[in-house]
Every structure is written in C-alpha cells, then in structure tokens.
Nanobody, 124 residues
Framework: VQLQASGGGLVQPGGSLRLSCATS????????IGWFRQAPGKEREFVSA????????FYGDSVKGRFTISKDKGKTTVYLQMNSLKPEDTAVYYC??????????????????WGQGTLVTVSS
C-alpha cells in the first residue's frame, strides 16, 4: 500500500490549489481515503475524507464550503481541491488510507497507511 501526495506550493490568500494523492498496491473500493494537515506546533487536523465504494464525503468545519475531495474515474488518485485559501490553511498536508470498519473518519489513529506530506503555504 503506497500513497504519494503532491501539488503543494505557495499561494496568495484567496487563491486555489489542487492536491493529488496517487495510490498504488490497493483498490480504492476497499479503503477510505483521508486528508489531514499539520501546522508547526499543532496537532494533526482532519481535513476531509472520501469513503470506499459509495464515495461519501466528509469535511472538517474549518474547510467546509471551500475544499472538495474527489476521486478520478480510474480510481487510483484522490484529489483535494482547495479554494479561497487563507493563511491559516498553511500546513503540511497528508493523505491516508484505512481499511478497518468502525472508528471515525476524523481520527488520524484510525488510518493505517500514510503518504509523505506536501507543504501548502498561503501568504502574500
């Protein structure tokens, strides 16, 4: 199971970025995918999740209405479209996968696999 996040960078407040999470070694029909972020000195924070098979989506309160999670039709890549970015969105963003049932989509400890992070910096 491998995940690789990409697409981070420097963007001005109000701008947009699209993060990608390329997956390999498993099927997205068997795993839920989550995005988390971690700013310096802060705990890892839930951003968004998309479920296996039915593609239900979930968002953290701080990004609801601005971020959108989706999968490509080939079901190997998960995207996080981030609009109306704010300086407080600055963080390292991680994608993760969970196969277990139960627990919570919002808890990092309920995810079994993690990719390396990609840095998003929102600054003028």
């Amino acid at each position: 199971v491998q995940l690789q996040a990409s697409g981070g960078g420097l963007v001005q407040p109000g701008g947009s970025l699209r993060l990608s999470c390329a997956t390999s070694g498993f099927s997205l029909d068997e795993y839920d995918i989550g995005w988390f972020r971690q700013a310096p000195g802060k705990e890892r924070e839930f951003v968004s999740a998309i479920t296996r098979v039915v593609d239900d989506t979930f968002y953290g309160d701080s990004v609801k209405g601005r971020f959108t999670i989706s999968k490509d039709k080939g079901k190997t890549t998960v995207y996080l479209q981030m609009n109306s970015l704010k300086p407080e969105d600055t963080a390292v963003y991680y994608c993760s996968a969970r196969r277990i049932w139960g627990g919570s989509y919002t808890r990092p400890q309920d995810y079994e696999y993690w990719g390396q992070g990609t840095l998003v910096t929102v600054s003028s």
